[in-house]
């Protein structure tokens, strides 16, 4: 499965983007950044390898990493202009990441709620049987999802009074989105993205025989599971880690993903 676009195509959607004031600078070209840090800074490209989309945000200028794929490049833009006027959005539970219409679900959490009891209803919710195996990429991602937010709950003071987090859930009928919110803010974006690294370079089998703290086999499983993955921080305030990934497909279809990646920070 191609998910392609041609440089002149992808030029076209630039130039009609960037003629807006207030969007994000979008570019087709792997160029400095630092003249447009007070924007979103946006590369729209096909065919990176993960090892070249996740070097750009880790070790470069790029907040985000855009290509085209199963979600197509337009809705994907779409979403990004909407985020472009204002960051704080990303971090209200309102704010939606698929197309309107998308049904819509919240669920609630703290750090000891079983993480099996979620995933079981949000497969009610979606539709899905949870011992099928077009669930399994679903159950990695919300397992994860879950844990990462309930692991970082354990070790804050204010998980003494069992502090809800949420797991919001949007699916369309070729798409699902997962969203994990909590009210910490103690997400290091570079941190994670240095653990799907590693978790890439060794391998699965390697991951998890790691031992103590592991070597990224959560953060690397989100990674590969999403078409879309946005890791989103407000500093000792507010954590969502959102992964827009295909709904109830085989698993071929996940087969070719050119993923996006995006980094949003707010003080």
Known sequence: MSFKIDI????????????DPNYMYI?????SMEKQSDKICTLFEDGLSDNQLLGYLTYRNYRSILQNSYQPAVEKLELLKKL?????????IEFDLLEEGAATRN????????????????????????????STRMRQTVEELLMNAQITARGTKSSLGK??????????????AF???????????????KK???????????????????????????FQNSDSLFLGVSANKKTRVSSIMPY??????????QRSLHIIETK
Do not use: W
């Open 8 to 19: 002149a195509e992808r030029e076209r959607i630039i130039k009609s983007l960037n003629a």
């Open 27 to 31: 570019s087709a070209k792997h160029v």
């Open 84 to 92: 472009s006027y204002n960051k704080l959005n990303f971090f209200n």
């Open 107 to 134: 669920f609630s959490f703290t750090h000891q709620t079983p993480r099996d009891d979620v995933f079981n209803e949000v497969c009610e919710f979606a539709m899905m049987d949870p011992e099928s195996a077009r």
């Open 163 to 176: 502090m809800q987090s949420y797991l919001k859930v949007e699916y369309t009928e070729s798409l699902i």
């Open 179 to 193: 969203s994990a919110f909590d009210d910490y803010g103690s997400l290091e974006c570079k941190k994670f993205l």
């Open 196 to 222: 799907v690294e590693t978790g890439l370079a060794l391998g699965l089998n390697n991951s998890i025989n790691f031992g103590k703290g592991g070597a990224g086999l959560g953060s690397s499983l989100i």
């Open 248 to 257: 109830n497909v085989t698993e071929r279809k996940f087969e070719g993903l």
